[in-house]
Structures are given as structure tokens and as C-alpha cells.
T-cell receptor
Framework: KNQVEQSPQSLIILEGKNCTLQ??????????LRWYKQDTGRGPVSLTI?????NTKSNGRYTATLDADTKQSSLHITASQLSDSASYIC???????????FGKGTTLSVSS | GAGVSQSPSNKVTEKGKDVELRCDPI?????LYWYRQSLGQGLEFLIY????????KSGLPSDRFSAERTGGSVSTLTIQRTQQEDSAVYLC?????????????FGPGTRLTVL
């Protein structure tokens, strides 16, 4: 069964600190993996998209890694800001053109 | 340009009533998706439209759910005889084409509460 598991479920960190969110998947065949940020009451917004051949991709303070052999991905946030408080969702596509498989997300709270 | 818009933003209805949720995708986007996000759960795929092709309805949870996309643009998700378990946020997304690498842009969602 195609599944995407994320950890931790929730995380609280102090402003300025770094953090890493984890994503494990069993989706096959694999097409690509995406990380989305979802602010409360808003739709998800794409942070990164990685294909099988990509190991790392950065978007500002966000850096995503992908190990297609172990089927693991991480999202590292550097120098966190209060505005980083949101749900971070890992999404895997099994095939081009079909629906995406979503993880349940990690809720990040950044406090001052 | 404008992003994906959805209406209404909130809908409260009584059990047994029918509801219609609307999605206006980004102009020119040929693919449109509907998802459901229940409290504490990940997004659940419902249906997707790609151009003039027959929609992929494989995610619809029951025959009470249906969707249409008129003129390749606006889409309406209809839930008949609503049940309390239908309470969720319904998200719409569109992308330029349904290739796997193409980014999906999400609307703000419609929060449906069935009393």
C-alpha cells in the first residue's frame, strides 16, 4: 500500500533555532516528492519538488533531501522565524498525471 | 494573476441537506483536483479533471459525492444528503498540465460543517 509517514507529529522550537522534519514513504513506482507548507486556514504552498535523481534542493532557509534508496526525505529549516509556524506536508507522486499521496504533516510552532 | 479561489470559505449545513462547493482554477490550467482534509488527517484525493478527458473519480468516497467541470474551467463539488462525517476542509488545486512534475496550486479551501 502506498503510504507517506511523517515525524514528528508536532514540534516546538525557539525562534532562530534549526529543525529537521522527516518523511518516509512506501510509494512505488516513485515519480517525485514534494514538501508543502500550509498556514492555518490556507491551502498548501509548494516549497520544493524533487525527482528520483535529485538528492537535495534548497528554497531560501528550507533545504530538502531525498534518499530514493531508503525512501526517506527530510526538510531542514535554518534560523527559524515566527512565520515558519505552520504544518509541513510531505507529498509523493507515484506516477505522472495521477493524484498525490499526502502525509499527515508535521505541525511546527516557532516561539519567541 | 489571481490564484485558485474557492467559495464559500465556510459552509454550515444540516445533516441530510445537499451542498455545492465551487472552485475557480488559475486561468489556463488544464488540470484540476479536489481533495478533502479531515481534522488530524492528511489530504485525501477525491477527483481530478484533465482537459476534456474523462475525470478520475477513484477517490470519491460514495455515490453521494459528484463533481463537474464546465467549459474546462470552473468546477463544482456536490455532496448530496450530507452526513456528519463529511465535515472537513475541501481543497481544490490546479496545475498547468497533469504531468507529475508540475506544481499544483491550492485554493484556500471550503470548511464544511455538517450538524
Amino acid at each position: 500500500k502506498n503510504q507517506v509517514e511523517q515525524s514528528p507529529q508536532s514540534l516546538i522550537i525557539l525562534e532562530g533555532k534549526n529543525c529537521t522534519l522527516q518523511c518516509n514513504y512506501t510509494v512505488s513506482p516513485f515519480s517525485n516528492l514534494r514538501w508543502y507548507k500550509q498556514d492555518t486556514g490556507r491551502g498548501p504552498v509548494s516549497l520544493t519538488i524533487m525527482t528520483f535523481s535529485e538528492n537535495t534542493k534548497s528554497n531560501g532557509r528550507y533545504t530538502a533531501t531525498l534518499d530514493a534508496d531508503t525512501k526517506q526525505s527530510s526538510l531542514h529549516i535554518t534560523a527559524s522565524q515566527l512565520s515558519d509556524s505552520a504544518s509541513y506536508i510531505c507529498v509523493v507522486s507515484a506516477q505522472a498525471g495521477t493524484a498525490l499521496i499526502f502525509g499527515k504533516g508535521t505541525t511546527l510552532s516557532v516561539s519567541s | 494573476g489571481a490564484g485558485v479561489s474557492q467559495s464559500p470559505s465556510n459552509k454550515v449545513t444540516e445533516k441530510g441537506k445537499d451542498v455545492e462547493l465551487r472552485c475557480d482554477p488559475i486561468s489556463g490550467h488544464t488540470a484540476l483536483y479536489w481533495y478533502r482534509q479531515s481534522l488530524g488527517q492528511g489530504l485525501e484525493f477525491l477527483i481530478y479533471f484533465q482537459g476534456n478527458s474523462a475525470p478520475d473519480k477513484s477517490g470519491l468516497p460514495s455515490d453521494r459525492f459528484s463533481a463537474e467541470r464546465t467549459g474546462g474551467s470552473v468546477s463544482t463539488l456536490t455532496i448530496q444528503r450530507t452526513q456528519q462525517e463529511d465535515s472537513a476542509v475541501y481543497l481544490c488545486a490546479s496545475c498547468q498540465w497533469a504531468g507529475g512534475h508540475n506544481e499544483q496550486f491550492f485554493g484556500p479551501g471550503t470548511r464544511l460543517t455538517v450538524l
